[in-house]
Each structure stands twice: as structure tokens, then as C-alpha cells.
Nanobody, 124 residues
Framework: QVQLVESGGGLVQAGGSLRLSCAAS????????MGWFRQAPGKEREFVAA????????YYADAVKGRFTISRDNAKNMLYLQMNNLKPDDTAVYYC?????????????????WGQGTQVTVSS
């Protein structure tokens, strides 16, 4: 089992940047595929980005491609999401998640463990 705690959310103007962090504890962090999801008010939780166990492969939702970067530091048990050129549509609660799947997946149901979320608000 792994415990996940997100941080780094906040209020930022459109065009600005934020870096989200996710601290993991419990079983070996490097054994998990990791992902970021987000949920805006009144909408379903949606996939944002995922990264392979080693960090060598990443995958992004079209809405964030070219603006967001997912990364991990297995030595520090940390997951990151660098968000640049933020838009008001990026406003949501952002969740980090861990999966026991081997291949990168965008499916919500494939992720076994979730953090509590961190709020990101982008003003226009």
C-alpha cells in the first residue's frame, strides 16, 4: 500500500505557472506507475498525465500537452507536475494517483491509490 499527499496548489493568474508535488510513503514508490488527474466543479475526474515506473515514459492529455510536465524522483519518493501557461479551464482539484499496472494508463479505474487533492485556481 502507498500513501499520497499532494501540495503546491493555489491561486494564479492566467499565463502563470505552478508546480504540484506529491509525496509518497509506504511500499516502494518505484514499483508504481504514477498519474495526475483533475476534477473541476460539476465535472467528472479526468486524466492529466502519467509517468512510467522508471520515469522514462510520459503521456499527456491533449488539453495539457506542451504546457504541463510530469516527472518523478524515485530516490525521494516524489511525483511532480510542472504547469506552465495556465488557463482558467485548468481550474480544478488535482489528484496524484498510483497504479500497479505495468503500462501507462489513462483510465481512472486502473489507479489503486489516491491522494486527497490540491486546489488549483486560475483567474482570467
Amino acid at each position: 500500500q502507498v500513501q499520497l499527499v499532494e501540495s503546491g496548489g493555489g491561486l494564479v493568474q492566467a499565463g502563470g505557472s505552478l508546480r504540484l508535488s506529491c509525496a509518497a510513503s509506504g511500499r516502494t514508490f518505484s514499483s508504481y506507475l504514477m498519474g495526475w488527474f483533475r476534477q473541476a466543479p460539476g465535472k467528472e475526474r479526468e486524466f492529466v498525465a502519467a509517468i512510467s515506473r522508471s520515469g522514462g515514459y510520459t503521456y499527456y492529455a491533449d488539453a495539457v500537452k506542451g504546457r504541463f510536465t510530469i516527472s518523478r524522483d524515485n530516490a525521494k519518493n516524489m511525483l511532480y507536475l510542472q504547469m506552465n501557461n495556465l488557463k482558467p479551464d485548468d481550474t480544478a482539484v488535482y489528484y496524484c494517483a498510483a497504479s500497479t499496472k505495468v503500462l501507462v494508463t489513462t483510465r481512472y479505474a486502473d489507479y489503486n491509490y489516491w491522494g486527497q487533492g490540491t486546489q488549483v485556481t486560475v483567474s482570467s
